[in-house]
């Protein structure tokens, strides 16, 4: 078997806004197929810190490092528009927390679904439209509604979408800043479940932010808690969330409702 | 015939047809690139020709023959005004025959008789950029052309057939110049793509109001965007013209009564006129 190297690895990453620090000395690694969340209250440096990670963001001090397929490392940060902007597109995707930041929402839903296919070359209308109208089905919409409007799809089922329109290219990284956030409880615990089986279906490796904790004991592998933009735990999901060693951390689990 | 005195020789002043001229020489070397230039004021408002006066201005000499077109027609107000200018002020021959014009200033239309070497074509553009409807973001359609991705296009094309069972843009169908730059033809029909493609002539695209200038050189090949199984098609009206009875060209709807009475009569005037002096002599 050949030798397992990290798909994203970062090192010494610090970013200050003004007086504030928004990450300071953050090391992370993503192996592939797992699920990393990054938990830590508002303000914390946790969506910042996904920016960095994507190439969104520069940070002033620091290293990302990605493994594409073919095997090259890639510099995140050194490498030029033209190709970071080809990784989004391709082997890399982002889920907003508001789909209306994800979507076209003044194209249908098939339209979508089908730009990432279309952004790397698929010129068959037919083919397009099957491919999309499969992913509706797999994230639980209806494919009658394929050319309708997102504006007319409740926020469940535009989230959904905007699954479906991030995996329709099957990339092999996604990072989701806070996917559940203004959904309510159970829309969220459908998400949820997709979400899981989506990710064990293609293998994929994720990036998650959240505030919600159970959100992260449900999808993620292992766990990172940032607190002031510094990450103050790390470990195995179980592990942190029932033996938390920082008293942040302790704070944080302590303080989730039990329903 | 001399030019009327007071203003200088095609109404631009030197230093300014210098530097449009600059641009144009860019826009040639860079097929179908948009490239700014500082469009002036012209006796004119923006929208009603000003980016193609401009170059038409910067290209002209002394010895040059301009046919001017308005939707195809010669005769309409946009045209004769266009002429009568530059009559003036340049003091060149006009004509009405494309075959006898060496620059040809253009709204919206591409003649029907084959353009040749030598000739320029000089088209009045409203809105130059393709991507402007589905990306409201000049900075981003920029990036998105330096970086060749024009995917985006493809959704306005799958969203027409989603909605309307083909690619409904009659008019204005983004083209590929060059396999590189994705261009707006001007707002030509979409009978008229084909006619860009490979063209002998020289076609400029002057846009005033939006300060920009593009170039397709002789010879380019200009190709319609379209999808594998629902391939580009030019669409005419399927009717022969009233007057010449063509069968091939771009035709105009004349609504001849309130009973729904109407009449389609060839675009091109010139073409029309040419055929019915051959055909009934």
């Known amino acids: 078997m050949s030798e397992i190297y990290p798909l994203l690895e970062a090192r010494g990453l610090s970013l200050r806004f003004g007086p504030v620090a928004a990450l300071e000395e953050v090391a992370l690694a993503l192996w592939p197929g797992e699920v990393v969340a990054i938990v830590g209250e508002s303000g914390s440096g946790k969506s910042t810190l996904l920016r960095v990670l994507g190439g969104l963001a520069a940070p002033d001090a620091g290293r990302v490092a990605y493994r594409a397929a073919d095997g090259a490392l890639h510099d995140v940060q050194g490498m030029g528009e033209a190709a970071r902007r080809r990784l989004h597109r391709t082997e890399w995707g982002f889920v907003q927390q508001n789909p209306r930041d994800g979507l076209r929402m003044g194209v249908s839903a098939g339209g979508n679904v089908g730009e990432r296919l279309m952004a790397i070359g698929a010129r068959h209308y037919g083919g397009i439209r099957a491919e999309a109208t499969a992913w509706m089905r797999r994230v639980e919409i209806d494919p009658a509604r394929i050319d309708d409007l997102p504006a007319t799809f409740s926020g469940g089922m535009q989230q959904r979408l905007q699954i479906a329109r991030t995996l329709v290219t099957r990339p092999r990284l996604v990072f989701m800043d806070e996917p559940t956030g203004g959904l309510d409880v159970s829309v969220q615990a459908k998400l949820l479940d997709l979400l899981r089986s989506l990710v064990a279906d293609l293998g994929l490796a994720m990036l998650l932010v959240t505030h919600d904790i159970a959100a992260a004991r449900l999808l993620a592998h292992r766990l990172l808690v940032m607190r002031h933009g510094r990450v103050v735990e790390e470990g195995l999901t179980d592990r942190v969330l029932d033996d938390p060693q920082h008293p942040y951390t302790q704070l944080l689990v302590a303080s989730v409702l039990a329903a | ?281």
């Open chain 2, 1 to 281: 015939m001399t030019h009327a005195s007071g203003y200088n020789f095609a109404y631009l002043d030197e230093a300014t047809k210098r530097m449009i001229r600059r641009a144009l020489m860019k826009a040639v070397a860079i097929p179908g690139h948009q490239v700014p230039f500082g469009a002036r004021e012209m006796p004119l408002p923006f929208g009603w020709g000003t980016g193609g006066i401009q170059v038409t201005a910067s290209v002209i000499g002394p010895d040059d023959v301009l046919k001017v077109i308005d939707q195809g027609a010669d005769d309409t107000t946009n045209a004769v005004s266009i002429r009568r200018f530059f009559a003036r002020v340049t003091g060149v021959a006009t004509t009405e025959r494309t075959a006898e014009a060496t620059i040809i200033q253009t709204r919206h239309r591409v003649p029907e008789t084959p353009l040749r070497e030598g000739q320029i074509l000089v088209y009045q553009v409203p809105m130059p950029e393709p991507l402007f409807r589905l990306e409201p973001r000049v900075a981003e359609t920029r990036r998105m052309h330096a970086l060749a991705e024009y995917g985006l296009m493809h959704v306005k094309l799958y969203e027409d057939i989603a909605r309307m069972g083909e690619i409904a843009t009659s008019y204005n169908h983004p083209v590929m110049v060059n396999r590189r730059y994705l261009m707006s033809p001007s707002p030509v029909p979409a009978f008229d793509n084909p006619k860009l493609d490979r063209m002998p002539a020289l076609q400029l695209f002057g846009a005033g109001r939006e300060k920009r200038i593009y170039a397709v050189p002789p010879y380019t090949p200009v190709r319609s965007l379209d999808f594998d199984d629902h391939p580009f098609q030019p669409i005419r009206a399927d009717a022969p013209c009233a007057l010449c009875g063509a069968r091939d060209s771009y035709l105009d709807e004349i609504v001849t009564d309130d009973r729904g009475g109407r009449r389609f009569i060839c675009s091109d005037t010139d073409w029309c006129r040419q055929r019915r002096e051959t055909t009934r002599p």
